[in-house]
């Protein structure tokens, strides 16, 4: 079955600091995506990878920064976290149609 | 602009009943169509999809999809709803061959089962 895993699952940051959010998939996918999810606006695309190398931005890629340095780990990066990015983050993997998602990551910034 | 509108926030149920969960959607040329279910504290799982072939698709737990062109949706149905299905359920089509290999995502709906 296709696995997708994130870490950390909760963090607490302080505004101003990095965070980063680490994906791994173990499908074999080329793309991986980074989505948040907040209360009346569903899932937003902010960073996305068509391979080992590639980043590309989403629909809300400013204030992060991706990642992916191989096939199967993709990262999401706030260089300079601020309370507006406190949300759900999930990452997910995926060709054509279908995509198969994390767990997701609570990330509350103080 | 491409959308994909989910037009019921919240669908309230009873177990036993059945249920349709609508999707419309909005863009020009072949397009996949996929439902996925999310539930609470949880990440999305996919559900079933559609790109060609047979207008009705099946998925898991008894789920299935119709596609209709004239209409612009992809309603999702189940004939005898569970508790267990009480979750977000969220449409979401690709353009095929589009940039990006992005998917666009509804807002959801809501589904309760009373038992």
């Known amino acids: 079955e296709a696995a997708v895993t994130q870490s950390p699952r909760n963090k607490v940051a302080v505004t101003g600091g990095k965070v980063t959010l680490s994906c791994n998939q173990t499908?074999?996918?080329?793309?991986m995506y980074w989505y948040r999810q907040d209360t009346g606006h569903g899932l937003r695309l902010i960073h996305y990878s068509y391979g080992a190398g590639s980043t590309e931005k989403g629909d809300i890629p400013d204030g992060y920064k991706a990642s992916r340095p191989s096939q199967e780990n993709f990262s999401l990066i706030l260089e300079l976290a601020t309370p507006s990015q406190t949300s759900v983050y999930f990452c997910?993997?995926?060709?054509?149609?279908?995509?198969?998602f994390g767990p997701g990551t609570r990330l509350t910034v103080l | 602009t491409q959308t994909v509108s989910q037009s019921d926030a919240h669908v309230t149920v009873f177990e036993g009943d059945s249920v349709e969960l609508r999707c419309n959607y909005s863009y020009g040329g072949s397009i996949y169509l996929s439902w996925y279910i999310q539930h609470h504290g949880r990440g999305l799982q996919f559900l079933l999809k559609?790109?060609?072939?047979?207008?009705v698709v099946q998925g898991v737990n008894g789920f299935e999809a119709e596609f209709s062109k004239s209409d612009s949706s992809f309603h999702l149905r189940k004939a005898s709803v569970h508790w267990s299905d009480s979750a977000v359920y969220f449409c979401a089509a690709r353009n095929y061959g589009g940039s990006g290999n992005k998917l666009i995502f509804g807002t959801g709906t809501l589904l309760s089962v009373k038992p």
């Open positions: 559609y790109y060609s072939g047979n207008p």
């Open positions: 997910a993997s995926g060709d054509l149609g279908e995509q198969y």
């Open positions: 499908n074999n996918h080329n793309n």
